[in-house]
């Protein structure tokens, strides 16, 4: 099944959730990091992306951080 990316514009936007932390905003923050781990698309929030940069660019699964 393919996910695609709500936009914050449209109306009844599903909420996106942290996979790491459980935060939620409404559509796609510009702040936040999108990865696609076992044909899973997964948000981080800017806070858990920034504590974690290196291991992202590293490109390890998130189970690893």
Excluded: Y
Aim: with cysteine; proline share 6%.
């Amino acid at each position: 099944m393919d996910q695609q990316t709500p936009h914050p514009a449209q109306p009844g936007a599903e909420a996106i959730v942290c996979f790491r932390c459980g935060k939620t905003a409404e559509g796609t923050p510009l702040t936040w990091t999108c990865s696609v781990e076992n044909g899973i698309r997964q948000f981080f929030c800017d806070d858990c992306a920034r504590a974690n940069i290196r291991s992202i660019e590293g490109r390890l699964d998130s189970s690893w951080w």
